[in-house]
T-cell receptor, first 114, second 116 residues
């Protein structure tokens, strides 16, 4: 069964550094999402992406964040200058355009900012 | 904005017994979708069951069923014949039919423990 994959599984970085989290959505899906989950808290929506542009973003998704689909398979989340409070699990999800509107989640990347 | 509330931070059930996880939500919309996701220790979120608000019939998926009460804005998950593999965090989620991004709004989660 096709699944969403994410790399790396764990990323440790120093405050102020740039990080790129990578996701490979399910191949025939057209909607892509990033969510984050700070330890012990709710899963929060960050951004949705369709047709090579952001369709919606939350207040969390400020100028430090950006997303890109650099090729036909990858979907990336970049954090330009990481802060301590960016430490969280980051989940990528994808959804097919038609039929079921279920979002399928990847296993997550644990980002630790020191 | 929509909110989703799960009032039970933790629940415990004996193996083979039945347990019900609660979820309430707040919305002014009439058309939306509701989901239950399971997050085992491996952390990957797995869809358990979904419900369209326009459908009166409660969704069922094997041992998992929901009690959808639209007027009360309640969406509880019933797990029958609980198994050790059901132990996980369970998240209730809401998705509007109206926003372009189709984002999910999650509740705070309920940790389910299954006792052998």
């Amino acid at each position: 069964e096709p699944e969403v994959t994410q790399t790396p599984s764990h990323q440790v970085t120093q405050m102020g550094q740039e990080v790129i989290l990578r996701c490979v959505p399910i191949s025939n899906h057209l909607y892509f999402y990033w969510y984050r989950q700070i330890l012990g808290q709710k899963v929060e929506f960050l951004v949705s992406f369709y047709n090579n542009e952001i369709s919606e973003k939350s207040e969390i998704f400020d100028d430090q964040f950006s997303v890109e689909r650099p090729d036909g398979s990858n979907f990336t989340l970049k954090i330009r200058s990481t802060k301590l409070e960016d430490s969280a699990m980051y989940f990528c999800a994808s959804r097919h355009e038609t039929g079921t509107d279920t979002q399928y989640f990847g296993p997550g990347t644990r980002l630790t900012v020191l | 904005a929509q909110t989703v509330t799960q009032s039970q931070p933790e629940m415990s059930v004996q193996e083979a017994e039945t347990v019900t996880l609660s979820c309430t939500y707040d919305t002014s919309e009439s058309d939306y979708y509701l989901f239950w996701y399971k997050q085992p220790p491996s952390r990957q979120m797995i869809l358990v069951i979904r419900q369209e608000a326009y459908k009166q019939q409660n969704a069922t998926e094997n041992r998992f069923s929901v009690n959808f009460q639209k007027a009360a804005k309640s969406f509880s998950l019933k797990i029958s014949d609980s198994q050790l593999g059901d132990a996980a965090m369970y998240f209730c989620a809401y998705r509007s039919s109206y926003n372009a991004g189709n984002m999910l709004t999650f509740g705070g989660g309920t940790r389910l423990m299954v006792k052998p």
